[in-house]
């Protein structure tokens, strides 16, 4: 992409549409999905899509197909990722409540 984007700068493209259209694409843009590497991260609220993801090379039906797909199934990562913390949270209540429960026991063995 890079190399192809040089080359169009160098035929003579206008800078306006190597800035609007063909953006260069920065090292920090190119990290790997920290969904995938660290799924119980804080902060991913604050993730943010690169540009590319969201250029209009598409037909318009396409493209709105294609993004309410991709923010259909971030939603859906996400909802999952509430429900393994809600389950996180029984659970600890409950090991919490056995833990007592058993110094209780203990206590009256005692």
């Known amino acids: 992409y890079q190399r192809a984007r040089s080359a169009m700068e160098r035929l003579g493209m206008d800078q306006q549409n190597l800035e609007n259209i063909y953006q260069e694409i920065l090292p920090e843009q190119l990290t790997v999905n920290k969904d995938v590497t660290e799924e119980n991260r804080f902060g991913q609220g604050s993730d943010k899509l690169a540009w590319f993801w969201r250029v209009d090379g598409a037909h318009k039906s396409q493209q709105h197909a ?6 259909r199934v971030n939603w859906l ?28 026991h203990q206590k009256s063995q005692w």
């Open 77 to 104: 990562k996400a909802k999952a990722r509430w429900r393994r913390w809600e389950e996180e949270l029984t659970l600890t209540r409950h090991e919490m409540r056995w833990t007592i429960s058993w110094f209780h």
């Open 66 to 71: 294609w993004m309410d797909e991709f923010y």
